[in-house]
């Protein structure tokens, strides 16, 4: 593995799919900025900020935070790094909009992504894993109609990037399905 060389990762997946969960994991091992537009959004709303007063409602009902505010928040986060692009994006792009800014801006930077890596998980476990999550951390947007809104907004608006990074040959499924052990494993094996 080449530390210290450009490395752009992102993380796809369904709500409840791993996301985060990897993201962190996966950051820690290649050592990588982890991004995760979600946190950083639910740090905007608790910290009372303009975006996060926007953000709050949209997120609470399941619905996507227009790309331009997203967009603006990413790239602040990655000019940031002074030194060659190492990030891991957790959550972000989510619409083709997002996809093709992600692509312009690291071209910006001198670089490309490396890979994404799909998480497929079925969707009774999604809604398990969800609904459990609800109650040990009662997250706002873990109710059962926010969590069936926030799948098909996934399936409408985030899943036709399957087939863009597929197109790029830049997709690497990998199933979500088992301990965070196992998924993590899979994920270093597709990054070889
Ligand atoms: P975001 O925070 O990205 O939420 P999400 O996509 O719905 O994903 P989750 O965080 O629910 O799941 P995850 O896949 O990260 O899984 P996790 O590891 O947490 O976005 C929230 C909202 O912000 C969006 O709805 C939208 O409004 C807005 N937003 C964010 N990004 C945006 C963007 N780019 N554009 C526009 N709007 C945006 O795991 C879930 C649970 O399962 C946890 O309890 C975990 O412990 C558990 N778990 C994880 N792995 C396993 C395993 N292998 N086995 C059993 N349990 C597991």
Redesign the pocket.
Known sequence: MALGHAEVLLLM?P???????QASKLARARQLLKL????M?RNHVAQGSALGQQAKA??EA????PDAL?IAMVKEAIAAQNSDVRVLL?????TPG?AEALETLLREFDTALTAAILLEVNEDELVA??L??AQEEGRS?DNEATIRR?MQVYREQTQPLVDYYAAKSKLRRVS?E???EE?FARITEVLL
Do not use: H, N, W, Y
């Open positions: 997946g709500p409840g799919a791993g996301k985060g969960t995760s537009t979600g946190d959004l949209i997120m399941g619905e996507l935070v997203i957790d959550g972000f792009p989510r997002q894993r969800l459990k999550r947007d926030r979500g088992g301990s965070v998924v």
